[in-house]
């Protein structure tokens, strides 16, 4: 038998030809027991194949039970159960963690686990070089090996080139390994395949002997198969920024460098078989696998209490708190539930951390709202987590915190856009760098990036690529891009060359580019993390994140809290503070006045300019239609208008029951309670899933795999390959065709992008609290939303115009009156008017902004009273002057410019600001025209990106509109 240990994965960026996945998928087909996925000091990749050996056992285990069942003495299959892929029983392979290390002093060495605790040495080995070098980059030394040693198993690759003296000092440093892993290392012996590999191999033996070490044989794969060879010169040469033409001997030199069988490593080490043998003996030792990774959770007690003592506490004083009238015996019985669920499965520390977070934010004045599966329930509405009772929903809490799946419970925070930094750098103080981390995201080959890349490696033009990059949605279509829709864009697609490009652009779409940072997904360990995963620096200051993405950790059971930001918290955040500043009342998002009828008024006549989520055209185009009456319409007009919905044609069939216009019905009393709030049509994600367990009499497990499925913006989704087993199951039970079409097409969507009812739940309240602010102050609205820019839809020129038509008096940048932020100030009737403040200026930065409003006192009254007072350079007055900022000092826009271009230094020059008697230097006044009102619209726009004096197309509206025709005249 024979075991690959050193295998290189597209995990090492631009240099490994195949995924993972293709990896163990080979193997299975080679009838190799065991692989070792073995990047360059990485395990990146490591879980992908983890994930793929676990569903090729899945499947094996599957054909088996299938098998059994179809025998002359056993029951046959239900013909709802789809026959297995067939795989060899006695091929499941077994995969081996690993990581090739390379040495800034020493050889490079494939290091290889023998147990948990080399593992965990393997990680502090990678997290030691990642944390001293930038990201993307790993700078390691020898020490670091010598200091994490015990539980690894090393193989010494030999020098490839040798330098003059290069030799001596290589085998010097390996003498050091030798002496350090006696009896746990092996000199590897792998093929170079230009017909010289015989020489070579004699040349390793006597090397090996001369070390006193075994030799042990690899093919050092770069690719699953030999078809990769080309994909492999291009992803070299996008690494070398080269073109394939020109790589000469960086470029492969045949497709030999492949995963192998062992009877092909026989043939190739023809006379060094015990090398090959040797392989399977190592990899028989090598036993540790990444099920053996036991996540520990921070405890969260305290020397007084226990978790679940604390839990307990916290959730009965929040009820008190959320229910000061009384709780319902509904709301204590789901308690009690949920609290009983929730210690069986030891998630008490979880819920503690993220109430814990949101306490840290609430303290430091920062808005917070807690969404997502576990979000909306009883615990985290007493816990202060969420603002949304989870007696709006529809959902049992087990769907999401399940004892059966065993499946870590999902929460999102959302926080203010401008200070999430805060929460982070608080985790961070907190639990400490080596115990908390963000995930990584890993940014894959897709559209213009695989286009582009691959078009410049294969030395095409950029007007090529151009071309071929503006028929993207036809390109990646099932029918790709089309040979006279080549011919129409100027292309020939008979080319050799491009077409040999478009295989290769196919080929790299879907491979990681390389990693970058999840938006807020936290990883909180009770010891080490970085003996769970390697740990590394972010592109961000003062950030550091591990290797493995969230779909890495969910499949791994790794409990993850969700950090993340959203503009809108930030604009109403803002709001509140303009109204308690103005008007002497304190709001927040759970003492709003609920359900008020002059919201959803303004809300039916597509008045959303600027309110959360339903501010697209979209959206404003469905709102007269849907005309939503109260809080639980919003839930669904947020996740209606979304990619599951519409593909699955529930739009229309929704609208229509809505108004009378179409019979509600259900198709049976079990989907009835599913589909019970939303008129028999489904909507949200959890529906599809429970129309697959109550209609389609899907198992757990198959549920299970459907939801990872459905996950939002799933990469590599496989849901289609449900798609079978769901309409056998649905016509089994009696369901009409169509619906189960209907019902899967929308499941389909969910695969792109799902939308659960618990998110739609925690966004709604959001929707209602930017509509209630607009509805009643519609100037602080826009106000709050213009200093939270940039987010949403709209330009602050539209925001203003906005407001503005809501009655609201916008006054300019004034030199005088304005502040950094936009502000609300007293109208001179009773009323306030908004303020644009010095952010609206193009160019012009915060600091300045701060000391023009410092130095200002009783205000400017000339252009060089702010070069004096707040030392304000040049460039900067100028652009006040050209923002008709001074109009206040009764300058206008071009006076203003005019002294502003007089100032030509920094700082004031006194000995030449008077004359030789010491009067005052008068410079004669210059003659500036007036300017007229469109070139005041164009510099207003060119200053502040809008303008208060007219709308642009004010200037041509006598164009557009046609002259009164004179109705005496006769037409012709």
């Known amino acids: 038998m024979y075991a690959e240990l050193s295998i290189t994965s597209n995990f090492t960026f631009l240099t490994g030809a195949s995924h993972p996945e293709e990896y163990m998928q080979r193997a299975v087909t080679l009838g190799l027991p065991a692989i070792a996925i073995a990047d360059h000091n990485s395990v990146a990749g490591i879980v992908r194949a983890h994930t793929q050996a676990r569903e090729i056992a899945r499947k094996v285990r599957e054909r088996v ?99 003059q003296g290069g030799a001596s000092a290589w085998r010097t440093q390996a003498q050091k390994l030798t002496r350090r892993f006696s009896g746990r290392m092996h000199l590897v012996m792998h093929p170079r395949y230009d017909g010289a590999d015989s020489e070579y191999f004699s040349v390793l033996e006597t090397e090996s002997q001369q070390l006193n070490l075994p030799t042990l044989a690899s093919a050092a794969p770069i690719m699953h198969h030999g078809t990769r060879r080309k994909l492999a010169d291009v992803l070299t040469a996008i690494r070398l920024r080269r073109k394939v033409d020109d790589l000469g001997r960086d470029a492969l030199a045949n497709g030999e460098q492949r995963l192998r069988s062992e009877t092909e490593m026989l043939r190739i080490f023809k006379g060094h078989e015990g090398a090959v043998t040797r392989a399977h003996m190592v990899s028989e030792q090598l036993q540790f696998s990444l099920d053996e990774l036991r996540y520990e959770y921070p405890n969260e007690g305290s020397d007084q209490e226990t978790p679940t003592q604390r839990l307990h506490r916290l959730a009965h004083e929040g009820l008190n708190w959320r229910y000061p009238a009384g709780a319902s015996e509904k709301a204590k019985k789901m308690l009690a539930h949920e609290l009983t669920l929730i210690g069986k499965l030891k998630y008490e520390p979880y819920f503690l951390t993220v109430r814990d977070i949101v306490t840290f934010a609430r303290s430091r004045d920062i808005l917070c709202q807690g969404r997502g599966s576990a979000a909306n329930s009883v615990v985290c509405y007493c816990l202060g987590i969420t603002e949304v009772s989870p007696e709006l929903g529809t959902m049992v809490f087990e769907r999401f915190v399940s004892e059966a799946r065993d499946e870590p419970p999902d929460i999102d925070v959302d926080f203010e856009h401008e200070r999430r930094e805060e929460v982070i750098q608080h985790i961070y103080d907190r639990y400490g760098r080596e115990r908390a981390g963000l995930c990584a995201t890993v940014v ?232 019970g709030k939303t008129l028999g049509v489904p909507l949200f994600q959890e529906q599809a899933m429970q129309i697959a367990i109550v209609g389609a009499g899907f198992t757990p497990e198959q549920a299970d795999r459907l939801r990872r499925s459905l996950a939002t913006f799933k990469k590599h989704g496989n849901v289609s390959e449900f798609r079978a087993l769901f309409l056998r199951g649905m016509e089994r039970n009696g369901y009409e065709q169509d619906f189960a079409e209907r019902c899967f097409s929308q499941i389909e969507g969910f695969g792109s992008y799902g939308f659960p009812e618990s998110h739609a739940a925690s966004f709604a309240l959001l929707v209602y609290a930017s509509a209630w602010i607009k509805c009643h102050h519609p100037g602080i609205f826009a106000c709050a939303l213009l200093n939270s820019q940039p987010m949403g839809f709209y330009a602050p020129a539209q925001i203003v115009r906005d407001a503005r038509e809501h009655g609201v008096q916008v006054r300019p940048v004034c030199i005088n009156a304005s502040f950094w932020d936009n502000v609300m100030e007293p109208d001179g009737h009773g009323g306030l008017a908004l303020r644009l403040g010095f952010r609206q200026i193009k160019g012009l930065s915060e600091e300045d902004a701060s000391w023009l409003t410092a130095a200002r006192g009783n205000g400017y009254h000339q252009v060089d009273d702010v070069w004096r007072r707040a030392g304000l350079g040049p460039s900067v007055i100028e652009r006040l002057a050209e923002a008709d900022a001074f109009s206040a000092c009764d300058l206008t826009r071009r006076e203003a410019l005019w002294q502003a271009k007089a100032i030509a230094t920094a700082k004031p020059l006194p000995l030449f600001s008077q004359d030789l008697e010491g009067e005052a230097l008068d410079e004669p006044a210059a003659y500036l025209p007036q300017m007229t009102l469109g070139e005041q619209v164009v510099e207003d726009y060119v200053a502040t990106r809008l303008s208060l004096k007219a709308h642009p197309v004010a200037l041509i509206r006598h164009l557009l509109t046609p002259e009164p025709r004179d109705k005496t005249t006769p037409v012709a």
Request: glycine content about 8%.
């Open 444 to 675: 894959h080959y897709r559209g213009k990036r695989a286009i582009r890349e691959v078009g410049r490696a294969m030395g095409l033009t950029e007007d090529t690529i151009s071309a071929l990059s503006s028929q993207l949605w036809g390109f990646f279509s099932a029918k790709g891009l089309e040979a006279e829709r080549m011919r129409e864009i100027g292309l020939d697609p008979d080319d050799k060359r491009l077409k040999q490009t478009l295989m290769l652009v196919y080929e790299i779409d879907g491979f990681p580019r390389h990693l970058s940072q999840h938006v807020g997904g936290f990883i909180i360990t009770e010891g080490r993390l970085d003996e769970l995963v390697p740990i590394e620096n972010a592109t961000m200051e003062d950030r550091t994140v591990i290797c493995w993405d969230k779909d890495d950790i969910d499949s791994l059971g790794i409990l993850k809290v969700d950090v993340l930001s959203l503009g809108m918290l930030t604009c109403i955040r803002k709001a509140f503070d303009l109204i308690s500043q103005h008007h002497q009342t304190g709001y927040s998002l759970a003492t709003l006045p609920p359900e008020d009828p002059a919201v959803y008024d303004m809300l039916c006549k597509a008045d959303s300019v600027g309110v959360f989520q339903v501010e697209s055209r979209a959206q404003m185009n469905f709102l007269p239609r849907m005309r939503p009456r109260n809080f639980y319409d919003l839930v669904i007009e947020v996740a209606i208008i979304r990619p599951g919905p519409i593909q699955g044609d529930m739009v229309h069939p929704y609208i229509r029951r809505r108004n009378g216009e179409e019979e509600v019905s259900f198709p049976s009393d079990a989907l009835g309670e599913v589909l």
């Open 65 to 163: 039970e299938w098998e059994g069942q179809n025998t002359p003495i056993g029951p046959p299959c239900p013909d709802h159960i789809p026959k297995p892929p067939s795989y060899p029983i006695h091929a499941v392979p077994r995969l081996i963690p690993a990581a090739r290390l390379i040495f800034t002093d020493a050889p490079t060495v494939t290091a290889l686990p023998l147990n948990r605790q080399g593992w965990g040495n393997l990680c502090r080995i990678l997290s030691a070089g990642r944390l001293r070098a930038e990201k993307g980059d790993c700078i390691l030394h020898l020490s670091d090996l010598m200091e994490f040693s015990d539980g690894l198993h090393l193989l010494l690759w030999p020098q490839a080139t040798r330098p």
